[in-house]
């Protein structure tokens, strides 16, 4: 019983420290990642505070699938696909120019590491962080192109560099060289296996989700799907990252046809309070696990320990950026190339952002702490404690240390807040409207005398809207909305006059709820769009 009370005790501080430093990163207008890892740095020197050591395999497990699937539902699977080829170099080149760069030049400034270990700390580090990379983003300003290459970069990255690190870490423990051929077959299953595995069970999601219209099986099938993909993907050896990505890609284009619009409002709900609480608790832990990393290296000389690790993040911040530059290059000839339409110049200052966006979270600390402790001969992994905390300081150099400094960064090179409202938005916002207004008209004609009334108040209404949507400063835009400001004052008026008739006892609280809830769905209707 006191080990359940310890796990109980440990789960309900992180819950509280993730709701507390949230409200301190809202108030703060910071991106909670980088509030929650410092937050639990600074938690990690309170005396009292139960040590929490992080399992690579809950990481893996628990974790990692659900978060990712979240990051693929929410991604533009036509954005995807048209940043494909640049997120491809990123996800697959720069994991291998950063492994290559690493192992090439770690001899020369960490003592003791050859290329072997070279080539484990890069496979390590190699990859970006899906939720850093969502999380701080899009809180920031930047624009949705970036946005949508560095989410897109992050999915996969995560399978590319976990293979070179099951390589590197065989080199080093066994002695054993893998061949090209061996390394090419592996990353083609790894890839080909893991997208199969995701398709074939978002299919059969799919065809389940068709024939269910019960909102809460659905949300538990949906909760479901990214684990059953990963574990049913490793169970082949295939890449469960790649499974749930897929996975995800696919059956967020299917779930307009199959969600009812009341289930759809829950699952979002649903998904968005779980994705914080895990993003929260992740980071939370990462901040935490300082005092038991340093505590490994005591006999490194924690000065040169962290002086190292300076060196090393700068070194892997270099590599970066020498690298996205020629990638964005040829990235525009082929699709110039390709193309038979002309291809936007490339940006500079966008390239940059995307070089300096390199954020490590999560998972290159579990990868790190997930490494053998013995060779094949029973002794020691070499380098094995310095390699974690080399990866720790990464993780808080970029995550901290560049996540703070992007905003500045971006209002330096004039990207943020100068798009403007988004025009594909507004261009669909004006169809819908104007199908709206013609099936109107077109069904008036059909209908009896009596009803004209009510089409008559419906066609205005959509009129207004549409207006609204053509000049913002025309008298019927501003009709329109004056319209949604009365609307929403007189709902609050119904949902005042509704609590009033609870408290007095003319109504019960299951009526007041369903009321509530009504007014709450009108409230959220028209208030779309206002809210971040």
Known sequence: MSEIHAVETIFLLLLFFVVLFGIFARKLATPYPIVMVLGGLALSFVPGIPSITLNPDLIFLIFLPPLLYSSAWSTS???????????SLLAFGLVGFTVLGVSLLARYF????????????????????????????????????????????????????????????????????PTITDGLLKLLWLTVGGVLVGLVLGWANDWIERRIEDASIEITLSILSPYVAYVAAESVHASGVL????????????????????????????????????????????????PAILASIQEYGIQKVLLDGAIFSLLLILLRLVWVYPGAHLAHWVQ????????????????????????????????????????????????????????????LVTLVAQGLTLPVLIRWLGLGGGEGPNCEEVEARRLIT????????????????????????????????????????????QMHNHYVDLSLETLQVERETAIRLRNQGRINDAVLRRIERELDLSEARLTQGQEE
């Open 77 to 87: 699977v036509r954005d995807f696909r048209k940043n494909i080829l640049q997120i």
């Open 110 to 177: 960490l003592p003791g590491f050859d290329w072997r270990l070279g080539m484990v700390l890069g496979a390590v580090v190699a990859p970006t962080d899906a939720i850093a990379a969502s999380a701080i983003a899009r809180r920031i300003g930047l624009p949705e192109r970036i946005v949508d290459i560095l989410e897109g970069e992050s999915l996969i990255n995560d399978a590319t560099g976990l293979l070179a690190l099951e390589f590197a870490t065989q080199i080093v423990v066994s002695e054993h060289i």
């Open 243 to 290: 499974a749930v990505v897929t996975c995800g890609l696919f059956l967020t284009v299917r779930s307009t046809h199959f969600f009812s619009a009341a289930t759809r409002m829950k699952v979002w709900t649903i998904w968005e309070s779980l994705t914080f609480i895990l993003n929260g608790v992740v980071f939370v832990l990462i901040g935490l696990q300082f």
């Open 336 to 395: 110039d190339g390709l193309s038979k339409r002309i291809v936007p110049p490339v940006n500079p200052r966008e390239v940059f952002v995307v070089g300096w966006t390199g954020m490590r979270g999560v998972v290159s600390l579990a990868a790190a702490m997930a490494l053998p402790t013995v060779m094949m001969d029973g002794s020691p992994f070499p380098h094995r404690n310095a390699i974690v905390l080399l990866t720790y300081c990464v993780i």
């Open 434 to 477: 104007s199908a709206a207004v013609t099936h109107l008209e077109e069904a008036k004609e059909g209908d009896e005398d009596r009803w004209q009334e009510i089409y008559e108040d419906l066609t205005h209404h959509y009129l207004h809207k549409l207006a609204s949507l053509h000049d913002e400063n025309h008298e019927h835009a």
